[in-house]
C-alpha cells in the first residue's frame, strides 16, 4: 500500500483550519490581539514541512522506527518555526487586546475602566459623500451625514476617526468639489497616516428614500474592503446604520461591539434634520474659516432643538474663533445642560472650560489627565497638558508632549515647527532647534517661513552669510515675509537707523496681523533705546487690530504688561486709566490677572506699600488663572519688593529661586541689592557680566557708592551716550543727568 502523504497533510490542514477558526473566534468572543490569528496561521504553515516528513516515513500501514532524516529534520523545523515566529510577532502584543485602567476623574473618584490597548485602535479618514440629489436643499448632506457619522463613531473606542481631512482637503483645493476623486483620498489618507478611509455617495429615489452607496479602503493598497448600499427614509437611520456597519467591516471585535455603548445618533445630536442642516453647515463654514456666518448658523441650531448639546459646544469654540468670546461662557453653560447629549470623548471640552472659569485649575488638570488616559489618541487632550506643563514652567515637558502628538499623528508636521521652538525660546537649544527646522524644511522646502526660521538660529549662531542666504530664499518665496525682511534689515542697519528702515516696511504688511508683528519688532528696537513715548503711540495703534485676527486668550495676558511704560515716563495717569480699562473689558479667567498690572506700576513707582499689597494679589491671581510661567515674571518683582522694604537678603534669596536667575533683569537687581548691603565687589562682578547697556547706569550708582565720583561721572555719560535717542521723560534718563550734575559740583 501506498503512503498516505496527501491523506495525512489534507487531515492537517484541515485541523489547522479549525484550529484558526477556533482562535479567529476566541479572539472576537473575549477580545484578544487580532495578531494571534496571523500568529496561528503562521505556525501551522511553518510546521508543513514536518508534517510532509512524518507522512511520508510513516504513511504506511505498520510500525516504523524515526529515520535520522526525522530526527534532524524535525528539530531543525521546529527551531526554524519558533525563529519565525519570533521573528515577525517578538514585537506584536498577543495578550488581550483591551487593558484594565485606573482613573481619576475631577472629583477625585477612582475608577475603573476596560479600554483598547494603544496598538489596536483603528484610524480612519472619512471622506464628504459625492451629493447626487439634484434638489439643492438637500446639498448639505453631501458633508452633513459624514460629520454626524463622525460624531457617532467617536461612541467606538476602538476607531479613531482622523480630525484632519477637512484641512487637507482645503489645503489641496477639493473642500468644495462635489467629487473628490480616490487617488486624491488615498493620498490625503497617507499623509493622515491613517490606516483606512471611507468615502461614497448619496441620491434619492422617486419614492423619497435616501439612497448611500459607501466604500470602505485599505490606505496601503486603496482596495475595497467593503461596499454596502444604505437605503432608508429617514437620514439618521442611515447614519446609525453606517456606523455599525464600520465597525464590522473594519473586524473590531463582535463582542465588544455587542457589548458597548452605541447609543442612536438622534441621542448624542438632535431629531430635528433642520437643526441637524444648520449644525452641519456651521462646521462646514467654520473650517472654511468663515466665522462670522459659522456663528450664525451654528446659533441657528440651537434655536431649532435648545437641546442640540454638541451645536452649544461647537458654538463656543466659534465664539472664540469669531471673536465674541463674552458669549462663551454663557453658551458653555448651556452645554453643560445637555452635556448627557454630548459623547463622552467631547464631554471634558466643556468641563474644560468651566473649570478654567471657574479659576478650578486642580480639577482642570486632572480632567485634561483623564482625557490622555481614557483616549490617548486624543490630540486636543494632549495639546492641553503641554499648554499646562508650558503654565507650571515645565518645559521640557511641553515639549515632550509635541513629540508625543508627532508620534500619535506624524501627519502634523507644524508640530515639528513647534518643538523647534521650545528648543530655540525656551530650552535655549539652538542646535536641536536647527535639527527639528530642517526637518520641517526637508518637507516643505517651498515654505519661506521656515527660511526665515532657519535663518534667525544661523544668526544667533553666528553664521550670518547663511542667515541672509535663508532670508532671502524667504523673501524670494514670499516678497511680503515681513519677518524675514526685517532681519535682513537688523543685519545692514544698525541702532535707530534700523527702526527707520522698519516703519518704512510697514506699507508692505497686506494683513492686520502682518502689521501688528512689525509693530512688534518695531517696539523692541524703540525699547532697546529707551522710546517709550513713540512706543507706546505705536502700541495704541496696533492693539486695535487684535480683535480682526485673534481670539481675546491670545492677547490678553501680554497688554497687561504695557501699561507700566507710561509710568516710566511719568505718564502715571495714562498708566491707571489703560489698567482701568481692563478692568472694565477682562472677563474670566483674565480678569484673574490684572493685579499683575497694578504690581507691575507700582514697583516701577517705587510705592513700597501699594507694591506690597499688589504683590499678593498678583501672586494669587496668577495661581487662580493656572498661568505658573508668569510666577518666574513676578520674581523680580517680588525681589523688589523687598528691597524696597529694606529686606535685601530675601531679595537676593528670591532672585535666586528663579529659573532665569542669570537673566540680564535678574542680575540688575542683585546688583542694587549687593550694592544697598555694602557689598561693593559682589555687586561689580554681577554687573561686569551683565549684558546690555542698562548696566552702565548700575555701574555709574554703584562707583559712586564705592566713592569713585570720576568713574561715576564717566559710567553716567557713557550711559546717556548710549541712550541719545531715549525719551527724556524716562525717569532713569532724568535721574541719570540729576547725578551727574549733582557729582560734578562736589568734586
Known amino acids: 500500500m501506498g503512503r498516505r502523504v496527501p491523506h495525512i497533510l489534507g487531515f492537517y490542514l484541515a485541523a489547522g483550519w479549525g484550529v484558526l477558526q477556533f482562535v479567529d473566534w476566541c479572539v472576537n468572543r473575549y477580545i484578544l490581539s487580532p495578531h494571534l490569528v496571523d500568529f496561528t496561521l503562521t505556525f501551522i504553515l511553518s510546521l508543513i514541512p514536518s508534517i510532509l516528513v512524518i507522512a511520508y516515513f510513516h504513511g504506511a500501514p505498520g510500525k516504523d522506527g524515526w529515520t535520522k532524516v526525522e530526527k534532524i529534520g524535525i528539530p531543525i523545523n521546529i527551531l526554524t518555526s519558533i525563529l519565525i515566529l519570533f521573528i515577525f510577532f517578538s514585537a506584536e502584543d498577543l495578550g488581550a487586546a483591551t487593558e484594565t485602567v485606573l482613573i481619576e476623574n475631577e472629583d477625585g473618584e477612582k475608577i475603573e475602566r476596560v479600554i483598547p490597548k494603544a496598538d489596536f485602535r483603528k484610524n480612519l479618514a472619512i471622506f464628504y459623500l459625492k451629493n447626487n440629489i439634484s434638489d439643492p436643499n438637500f446639498s448639505w448632506l453631501r458633508h452633513g451625514v459624514m460629520n454626524a457619522l463622525n460624531v457617532d463613531l467617536c461612541q467606538e473606542m476602538f476607531i479613531n ?13 477639493f473642500y468644495e468639489e462635489n467629487l473628490v476623486p480616490l487617488t486624491i483620498q488615498r493620498e490625503i489618507a497617507k499623509e493622515l497616516h491613517v490606516e483606512y478611509f471611507f468615502g461614497g455617495d448619496i441620491s434619492q429615489n422617486d419614492e423619497g428614500k435616501f439612497i448611500v452607496n459607501t466604500n470602505l479602503y485599505r490606505t496601503k493598497n486603496g482596495k475595497i474592503l467593503a461596499k454596502n448600499t444604505f437605503k432608508d427614509e429617514d437620514i439618521f437611520s442611515i447614519i446609525d446604520q453606517m456606523s455599525v456597519q464600520i465597525k464590522h467591516d473594519m473586524e473590531i471585535p463582535t463582542a465588544h461591539i455587542e457589548n458597548s455603548v452605541d447609543l442612536p445618533v438622534k441621542e448624542i445630536t438632535t431629531e430635528s434634520l433642520q437643526a441637524l442642516e444648520y449644525w452641519a ?5 467654520f473650517m472654511g474659516k468663515q466665522f462670522d456666518e459659522g456663528v450664525t448658523l451654528m446659533e441657528k441650531a440651537t434655536e431649532q432643538d435648545s437641546t442640540f448639546g454638541m451645536a452649544w459646544l461647537n458654538l463656543q469654540g466659534l465664539y472664540v474663533m469669531a471673536n465674541q468670546g463674552n458669549k462663551r461662557l454663557e453658551t458653555v453653560k448651556k452645554a453643560m445642560e445637555y452635556i448627557y447629549k454630548i459623547p463622552e470623548r467631547f464631554q471634558w471640552i466643556v468641563k474644560l472650560v468651566l473649570f478654567d472659569a471657574n479659576g478650578e ?32 514652567g515645565d518645559w521640557e515637558a511641553a515639549m515632550n508632549k509635541y513629540k508625543i502628538m508627532l508620534e500619535i499623528d506624524p501627519s502634523r508636521h507644524e508640530y515639528l515647527i513647534k518643538i523647534g521652538e521650545f528648543y530655540e525660546g525656551l530650552l535655549d537649544d539652538d542646535e536641536k532647534s536647527l535639527e527639528y527646522y530642517q526637518k520641517y524644511q526637508s518637507i516643505y522646502p517651498q515654505d519661506a517661513n521656515i527660511h526665515y526660521l532657519i535663518g534667525e538660529i544661523q544668526k544667533n549662531l553666528d553664521k550670518i552669510e547663511k542667515a541672509k542666504e535663508n532670508f532671502e530664499k524667504a523673501l524670494l518665496l514670499d516678497p511680503n515675509n515681513i519677518d524675514a525682511f526685517i532681519s535682513i534689515i537688523e543685519l545692514d542697519y544698525e ?30 528696537k524703540l525699547e532697546e533705546h529707551g522710546m517709550f513715548s513713540e512706543m507706546m503711540k505705536n502700541w495704541e495703534i496696533y492693539r486695535t487690530f487684535y480683535p480682526s485676527f485673534a481670539p481675546f486668550g491670545e492677547y490678553a495676558i501680554p497688554q497687561l504688561f504695557y501699561p507700566v511704560n507710561y509710568a516710566k515716563i511719568n505718564q502715571t495717569e495714562k498708566a491707571f486709566s489703560i489698567v482701568k480699562e481692563f478692568e472694565a473689558t477682562y472677563q474670566l479667567p483674565f480678569s484673574h490677572l490684572i493685579d499683575f498690572s497694578y504690581l507691575l506700576i507700582y514697583a516701577e513707582l517705587e510705592d513700597r506699600e501699594k507694591a506690597t499689597t499688589y504683590l499678593d494679589k498678583a501672586i494669587n491671581g496668577i495661581n487662580s488663572l493656572g498661568a505658573i510661567s508668569l510666577l518666574e515674571m513676578v520674581k523680580p518683582l517680588e525681589a523688589k519688593v523687598y528691597r524696597l522694604n529694606g529686606d535685601y537678603d530675601k531679595a537676593i534669596e528670591t532672585l535666586h529661586s528663579s529659573e532665569k536667575s542669570d537673566s540680564k533683569r535678574h542680575k540688575l537687581e542683585f546688583a542694587r541689592c549687593y550694592r544697598l548691603k555694602g557689598e561693593y565687589s559682589e555687586a561689580l562682578n554681577i554687573l561686569e557680566s551683565c549684558e ?9 550708582v554703584l ?34 543727568k540729576a547725578f551727574i550734575e549733582s557729582w560734578e559740583n562736589k568734586s
Request: proline share 2%; with cysteine; aromatic share 8%.
Open 495 to 524: 541702532g535707530v537707523d534700523q527702526i527707520k528702515e522698519m516703519y518704512g516696511a510697514l506699507e508692505m504688511c497686506k494683513t492686520a496681523k502682518d502689521s501688528v508683528n512689525l509693530y512688534q519688532k518695531i517696539e523692541d
Open 692 to 700: 546690555g547697556k542698562e548696566s552702565l547706569y548700575e555701574l555709574g
Open 703 to 736: 562707583h559712586h557708592s564705592m566713592g569713585e565720583i570720576d568713574k561715576a561721572i564717566d559710567y553716567m555719560n557713557e550711559f546717556l551716550e548710549e541712550f541719545q535717542y531715549a525719551d527724556p521723560e524716562w525717569k532713569v534718563i532724568k535721574r541719570a
Open 161 to 173: 476617526s482622523s480630525e484632519g481631512v477637512s484641512e487637507k482637503l482645503i489645503e489641496k483645493k
Open 281 to 285: 453647515n456651521g462646521l462646514y463654514t
Open 361 to 392: 485649575i486642580d480639577k482642570l488638570s486632572q480632567l485634561v489627565k483623564m482625557q490622555v488616559d481614557l483616549y490617548p489618541h486624543d490630540i486636543m487632550a494632549h495639546e492641553m497638558q503641554s499648554m499646562l506643563f508650558l503654565a507650571s
